[in-house]
């Protein structure tokens, strides 16, 4: 039982996905709150399931397939918020979104074919750096709806800007070159054909 616990942590982020997501585009304050505790708890789980998959050496294929997916279910549904909340355009979270779950398809279709695809460091980063991304945007919104020394007007100045915009715009060229590496490294032109 204990071997299964970092995949019952991964589908537990699957789980806490839509709560966070629900209660974050809610404009209620006390729930916007709770989502950003949410997502905190969702992102921890993150960290754990690979650490004790490694430290209980109960590395599987299950794990292998489900905690990545976890990882973009929970992030979509982060940047997905951000377009309902108009934080950041539609465009760039569709790019994302589709390289995450293409990959994700592409990752089932080879293993279907018993082909092992390898998970770049690169694309291990762009989950990082989007983990990073969300929960700097998250914190600003947790500490704007808990009034704790941020007001309308920063509010607003820190999440409606150009920088958070280009700093989008550089994650999404990251994601799309991650994809391109996934492509060569792996030989899927080739294991298409």
């Known amino acids: 039982?204990?071997?299964?616990?970092?995949?019952?942590?991964?589908?537990?982020?699957?789980?806490?996905?839509?709560?966070?997501?629900?209660?974050?585009?809610?404009?209620?304050k006390s729930y916007i709150i709770a989502s950003c505790l949410i997502y905190l708890v969702a992102a921890l789980t993150d960290y754990f399931d690979g650490w004790l998959a490694r430290r209980l050496k109960a590395v599987s294929?299950?794990?292998?397939?489900?905690?990545?997916?976890?990882?973009?279910?929970?992030?979509?549904?982060?940047?997905i918020a951000f377009v309902m909340m108009k934080i950041i355009p539609l465009w760039m979270v569709l790019i994302i979104v589709v390289r995450d779950f293409g990959t994700t398809f592409l990752r089932v279709y080879t293993d279907s074919q018993n082909i092992p695809m390898k998970t770049s460091k690169s694309a291990k980063f762009k989950t990082f750096l989007q983990m990073l991304f969300i929960a700097l945007i998250l914190l600003v919104i947790f500490l704007f709806n808990l009034?704790?020394?941020?007001?309308e007007d920063l509010y607003k100045k820190l999440l409606f800007n150009n920088i958070v915009h280009y700093i989008m715009m550089v994650l999404v060229a990251y994601t799309v070159?991650?994809?391109?590496?996934?492509?060569?490294q792996n030989n899927i032109i080739k294991i298409w054909k």
Not at 61 to 79: C, E, H, Q, R, Y
């Open 147 to 151: 009034n704790i020394g941020i007001s």
């Open 61 to 79: 294929v299950w794990g292998n397939f489900i905690d990545p997916l976890a990882d973009k279910i929970l992030t979509s549904s982060a940047l």
């Open 1 to 28: 039982m204990i071997y299964q616990l970092p995949n019952i942590l991964s589908v537990l982020r699957i789980i806490l996905a839509p709560i966070f997501f629900i209660l974050l585009i809610s404009e209620n």
């Open 177 to 184: 070159w991650t994809l391109f590496e996934y492509i060569t």
